[in-house]
């Protein structure tokens, strides 16, 4: 099974986070299963490994070179990019089962807390925390990678040129800055072609290339992408994004048809289909176009391994539902619940969508400039 060996951790972390003066700890953090029944061996392992990263910074912490490492275990929170609960767990010894067992573990703390006593997170966990150490820390000034769904199996992602892909994310942030439109075209089983306008006005873009330098700032561990949230016409102008947005689940392809930024209908006759509608109906805030993203690490020979963190890195993704956590408007409060909050990617990639192909993505510049980026699926601007 592939592993960081300790001279790679350490070297990761100084590595993902350049040091600044201030530096004292670091956490790692962790979601526990509040339901016994939901676990599962890949989030057994992952909360292993979480507890194996603690002991080795731990014993090397003083070559980071930091004061302290901890290990913040808490209650899962239900969905990817919900927010995290009030409070989690220091754990001083093994690492609990369940939830049940938070307690036993290790000494309560506020995250008000945690949040305001360490600088550097690492967070290995079943449900991503993207979004809330995002807002976090934009508030504390802490610095955050987040790697939901961490498997061994994206260990080959942390060895690859981060200069390069770095130099990758940057053209893309560049041109998606400048960039007021893109029109995304797509081709289904081979014949039937759609297309999407995403609105980019207002809109500032992101880089995630895998480092953090400054404070304020989280993202993806695994990375290498650039991404923006369409605008969304909280700024009293109407949002122009529109258009039909194929899908495949589970095999089947769902068409999305997009109005005002929102998936407001879900076409198709299966079982997927039956359940987007649903969705929709039941969380109208799930079918907002939350980004349109441009990851690079395919044209490294990485494959996708089932784990978003991993596999929206390889090529075009869009996302639906939370946005505020990457400057949108759309975030908790649009939701029904807490435990119904979601940030969800689907990644056009042939692996993973091979019914779905890229046709093209054009961006529209000021003065009506226009430039193709992706043809036939791939960049042709690199």
């Known amino acids: 099974m592939p592993t960081l ?4 951790l350490v070297s990761l972390v100084r590595s993902v986070f350049p040091r600044r003066e201030g530096d004292k ?4 953090l962790v ?3 509040r339901d016994p029944g939901s676990d599962h061996p890949a989030w057994r392992e992952r909360r292993r490994l979480a507890h194996e990263w603690h002991a080795l910074l731990d014993a090397r912490k003083g070559e980071i070179p930091l004061d302290e490492v901890k290990l913040v275990a808490y209650a899962d929170v239900g969905s990817n990019n919900a927010d995290l609960p009030a409070d989690g767990f220091l754990v001083a010894g093994a690492m609990p089962g369940t939830a049940d067992e938070l307690e036993r573990a290790g000494e309560r703390a506020s995250f008000e807390d945690v949040f305001a006593s360490t600088q550097l997170y690492l967070a290995p966990t079943e449900y991503s925390t993207t979004a809330p150490l995002k807002n976090a820390a934009r508030r504390f000034g802490f610095r955050a990678a987040t790697m939901p769904g961490f498997a061994a199996a994206m260990v080959p992602a942390l060895r690859i040129d981060y200069g390069d892909v770095a130099r990758r994310v940057a053209a893309l942030t560049k041109r ?7 029109e995304v075209g797509f081709r289904v089983d081979g014949k039937v072609e759609h297309s ?21 700032t989280a993202g993806n561990l695994p990375s290498g992408e650039a991404y923006i949230v369409p605008y969304e016409g909280e700024a009293g102008e109407a949002t122009r994004t529109r258009g039909m947005l ?7 392809v769902v068409l999305f048809d997009v109005r005002g930024n929102r998936a407001v209908k879900a076409k198709g006759r ?10 929709l109906a039941r969380e109208p805030a799930y079918g907002n176009m939350a980004e349109l993203g441009f990851g690079v690490l395919g044209d490294f020979g990485l494959e996708p391994i089932g784990e978003i963190l991993l596999d929206e890195k390889l090529g075009l993704h869009v996302a639906f539902g939370r946005s505020d956590h990457f400057g949108g408007a759309v975030g908790p409060k649009d939701f029904s619940a807490p435990e119904a909050v979601i940030h969800l990617d689907r990644i056009y990639i042939p692996q993973v969508m091979p019914r779905v192909a890229v046709l093209s993505v054009v961006l529209g510049y000021p003065g009506g400039r226009e430039e193709t980026i992706i043809a036939d699926g791939r960049y042709v601007i690199f």
Request: glycine share 6%.
């Open 270 to 279: 299966g079982r997927a289909a039956r359940a987007e509608r649903a969705r």
């Open 246 to 252: 194929p899908v495949e689940i589970d095999s089947e």
């Open 25 to 28: 700890a670091l956490a790692i």
């Open 31 to 33: 979601d526990v299963p």
């Open 176 to 182: 998606l800055d400048e960039a007021e439109r893109a």
């Open 5 to 8: 060996a300790p001279d790679e």
């Open 196 to 216: 999407m306008f995403f609105d980019l006005r207002h809109r500032t873009a992101h880089a995630s290339s895998g480092r953090f330098p400054e404070p304020g």
